[in-house]
C-alpha cells in the first residue's frame, strides 16, 4: 500500500507523499517522532503533470529537498490552500526552490470577507521583523488565484474547491486525475449534537478514492473544543462511510497526541472500517500511499 517517494504511477493511479500531518502547531519529541511532527502538507503525483501539494506547513520544507548542482531544485507547480493559518503556512518560506529563479507556483487560496487580499496576507506575514526578508525578495515566482466555491483545472488534473466549516474562510479540495479522486479536509469544523455535512463538504467526499479528513479531537477532548474548528476521530469516521469514500486517512493529528496513541487508534478502527465497507490508516510524515480508481 506504501510506496517511497518518486514511486511511478500508471493509468488509473496517483500517488500522494505524506510531508506533515499535525495541525497547530509542530511538534518533536520521543512520543511523536514516529508520526512526525511536522504541520499539514501533502503532495500529489500523477506521474504527468505539474505537482499539486495541499498546504505549505513545516513539512513543506521536506517535499522534493534533492539538490542541483549544490543548489535548490527548481518547481513548477501548484498549491491548494485550504486557509491561512499560520501552521498552514509557515513552511513556505523555508521552502529551498523558492530560492531557484526558475521556480513558478501558483498559489489558490480562499478568498477572505474581510476585503484583504491572499497576497497582501502573505506579504505582511513573511517579512521583517517576524522574517528576516520579504517574501518578494525569494528568486521564484509565486502567482496568488483567490478561489471559492469553484470548478477549474490544473494541467489535465481537475479540482473542486468548496468552502467548509473552520474558523475563518476555509477550503476543501477535491482532485480528479487519472480517474482517480483524492479529497482534502485537513480542518473540518464538526457540528455540536447529531452529525451532518454541509452541501459542499458532501460534494468534496462522495465516492472519492482517498479522504485525507481532520481527525485531531477524541470526543472526550471535543467536550470543551468543539468550537476549535476541528473534528474528533468518530466524525472523520461516518463522514468517509456517509459518503461512500473508498479509503480513509486520519489527518491534522493534534500535536499531543502520542504515536502509541495513534496505533491504538488505526487498529481499533481497522475492523470497524472493513466493516462499514471502506478502508482507514494514520497518516505519517514520509508515507506515500498509491491510490488507485476502482475500475469495472
Known amino acids: 500500500m506504501y510506496q517511497p517517494y518518486g514511486f511511478r504511477v500508471g493509468e488509473n493511479e496517483v500517488t500522494v507523499s505524506f510531508h506533515g500531518v499535525r495541525g497547530s502547531t509542530a511538534c518533536h519529541d520521543n512520543a511523536t517522532q514516529r508520526y512526525g511532527g511536522n504541520t499539514s502538507c501533502v503532495s500529489v503525483d500523477t506521474g504527468s503533470a505539474s505537482p499539486i501539494i495541499f498546504d505549505l506547513g513545516t513539512g513543506l520544507r521536506y517535499f522534493k529537498s534533492e539538490k542541483v548542482n549544490s543548489g535548490p531544485k527548481p518547481f513548477i507547480g501548484a498549491c491548494l490552500l485550504t486557509h491561512l493559518h499560520w501552521d498552514h503556512l509557515q513552511g513556505l518560506p523555508f521552502f529551498e526552490s523558492l530560492r531557484h529563479p526558475d521556480t513558478v507556483l501558483d498559489i489558490y487560496a480562499p478568498k477572505q470577507t474581510d476585503g484583504v487580499s491572499v497576497r497582501d496576507v502573505f506579504m505582511t506575514k513573511i517579512c521583517p521583523p517576524t522574517f528576516p526578508i520579504c517574501l518578494s525578495e525569494f528568486d521564484a515566482t509565486i502567482n496568488f488565484h483567490e478561489i471559492g466555491d469553484d470548478d477549474f483545472s490544473i ?20 482532485v480528479t486525475a487519472n480517474n482517480t479522486a483524492v479529497t482534502y479536509l485537513s480542518d473540518h469544523q464538526q457540528p455540536d449534537g ?6 459542499g463538504a458532501r460534494q468534496l467526499c462522495q465516492n472519492t478514492d482517498l479522504l485525507i479528513h481532520d481527525s485531531q479531537f477524541t470526543p472526550a477532548e471535543f467536550v470543551t473544543k468543539s468550537n476549535w474548528g476541528h473534528s474528533t476521530i468518530e466524525f472523520a469516521m461516518w463522514v468517509a462511510e456517509t459518503t461512500s469514500a473508498k479509503r480513509l486517512a486520519l489527518f491534522h493529528h493534534d500535536p499531543s497526541r502520542t504515536d502509541d496513541a495513534l496505533d491504538v487508534i488505526a487498529s481499533r478502527l481497522a475492523g470497524i472500517a472493513q466493516n462499514r465497507g471502506f478502508q482507514v490508516f494514520a497518516a505519517a510524515d514520509e508515507m506515500s500511499v498509491e491510490v488507485s480508481a476502482v475500475v469495472s
Open 155 to 174: 494541467g489535465a488534473t481537475r479540482v473542486m474547491s468548496r468552502f467548509v466549516p473552520h474558523t475563518g474562510p476555509t477550503l476543501g479540495f477535491r
Open 194 to 199: 447529531e452529525f451532518s455535512l454541509t452541501t
